[in-house]
């Protein structure tokens, strides 16, 4: 399915992302006071009445970006425009029209495509008739609207969808009809300057994202689709993270913050490591969050041609001795710049996400769990011999187990690592991260699994109250 494109243009400082994140629904481009905080096309699936619309925010037009990435900014603005079939220009309604507006209105006058002007910060009615000089640029009606008091948002949707059927001959989506979900959503991760956007850029097969040697060049989390063999896939590109006391200014916060959300809503995450640096105290705590955050997650060495003709396992060796604790999540080798092994990358990643999803039937976990049980008995723990009496799978992405017990506290965090393992191994999740979850049996004359022929079926009774998981509480 075709998604209309409505792109946001304007010169700095006219609240062009506050726009974008307002009619989005959500925060998703940073907004700053600082003029060029936005460099990348950022986009969003937006509602517009009966159809969806991609919304695309874009870097201020002739902006003097401080690390002169403008020629950079100045083409992802045109490919913005070229691809859109409605463009928002966004003014500055208290400020009036100044030089650079004029430019901006000069540069779209050329532009065969439909226009509507957008008067942003006027958060009152008595703005509206200061914004009426708009008009003489040429665009039509101006709408007056403020994204900080939430004004005449319903107008300027209305407005948007009445120029897209002008363009696309009225044929909306159905009402209730939404985009078909990606099948995979990657979250790409790291240090700055370890080839995360040339990486996406290859994914995309396009100039998605600016590729720059400017440590820091990527600000926001940017999500960006592609397709490959018949399938839609949202690569998010992440802006690099720093040590949070390195941390300069508001941007650099806001990015972190962003890139630890990118974490949490993918459905895979690719921690980037640069083939040519030691790994550093950030690659460990992105590591350690990933953990905490139990996503399948896939070491990538980037720029392993810069290495040749080092054997792979020298650095699989390193690395697996660097994250002990992630000792069966799996390492890729690439050169993004070149695309080497990036689609295998894609693969594999595909391959890890389908092992998240499975789901094991309760007579082989408990039959499983029996045979560990057995080989490695736990040991005594306050005067006590600790039972498993059954487990169940509660859930998939990550696959979690419960596992009903004589009581939680008698289970030290290396034998629930022996379980694991002994799980992971046996039923097929070798590459993911499994959650294990321990709840008392209030039945403690039931027999444990040990003491059992075969493994119980009985289902665990549904409780609300969670008890939060110890597993990883000593790494």
């Keep these: 399915m075709t998604v209309p494109i409505v792109a946001i243009v304007g010169r700095p400082n006219v609240g062009k992302s506050s726009l974008f994140n307002w009619l989005a629904g959500r925060r998703i481009a940073i907004v700053d006071p600082m003029a060029g905080v936005t460099r990348d096309r950022i986009s969003a699936l937006v509602p517009v009445d009966s159809r969806y619309v991609e919304l695309v925010d874009t870097g201020g ?10 020629e950079d900014i100045e083409r992802q603005i045109a490919t913005a425009l070229d691809q859109a079939h409605v463009i928002l220009f966004v003014v500055d ?27 942003n910060k006027c958060d009152t009615e008595s703005l509206d008739p200061q914004a009426a000089e708009f008009y003489k640029l040429g665009f039509g009606k101006v709408v007056c609207v403020s994204a900080q008091q939430n004004r005449n948002r319903t107008e300027l949707m209305r407005l948007i969808e009445e120029k897209l059927k002008a363009v696309t001959g009225g044929t909306p989506v159905p009402p209730g009809e939404t985009p078909a979900p990606p099948a995979l959503k990657l979250a790409i991760v790291g240090r700055r300057n370890t080839g995360k956007s040339t990486f996406i850029n290859s994914l995309a097969q396009s100039e998605r994202v600016i590729v720059s040697e400017v440590p820091g060049t990527t600000r926001d989390s940017i999500d960006v689709r592609f397709e490959r063999d018949g399938l839609t896939f949202l690569a998010i590109d992440t802006a690099g993270v720093r040590k949070k006391k390195s941390l300069q200014n508001d941007i650099e916060f806001y990015s972190l913050a962003r890139a630890e959300r990118s974490i949490r809503r993918a459905d895979v995450v690719l921690l980037f490591l640069d083939a040519a640096q030691r790994i550093s105290k950030v690659d460990k705590q992105l590591a350690e969050y990933i953990l905490e955050q139990h996503k399948p997650a896939i070491f990538v060495v980037n ?24 000792d069966f999540v799996p390492i890729a080798f690439v050169t993004a710049k070149s695309g080497k092994n ?13 092992q998240a999803s499975a789901r094991i039937s309760t007579g082989d976990l408990n039959r499983v769990l029996r045979q560990a049980l057995e080989a490695s008995p736990p040991p005594l723990r306050q005067n006590r ?14 696959p979690t187990i419960v596992l009903f017990t004589n009581g939680p506290e008698l289970f030290d965090n290396t034998y629930q690592r022996y379980l694991l393992k002994t799980i992971r191994d046996q039923l097929h999740f070798n590459d993911v991260p499994i959650r294990l979850h321990l709840r008392r049996r209030s039945r403690t004359d039931q027999a444990s699994l040990e003491e059992t022929p075969a493994p119980s079926v009985e289902e665990p009774k549904r409780t609300s109250k969670r008890q939060k998981s110890e597993l990883w509480k000593d790494i």
């Design 303 to 326: 720029k392993w041609d810069l290495m040749t003709p080092m054997p792979t396992g020298k650095m699989g060796n390193y690395i697996r001795a660097t994250f002990p604790s992630l």
């Design 93 to 119: 309604g208290r400020a009036g029209i100044l030089g650079l507006d004029e430019e901006v209105a000069q540069r779209l006058r050329h532009i065969n495509k439909p226009i509507v002007c957008v008067a």
């Design 61 to 70: 037009i002739r902006v003097a970006d401080v690390d002169n990435l403008t």
């Design 342 to 354: 990036v689609h295998t990358v894609l693969n594999l990643a595909q391959h890890i996400h389908k």
């Design 385 to 398: 011999r600790p039972k498993v009496y059954y487990a169940t799978q509660a859930g998939s992405n990550p």
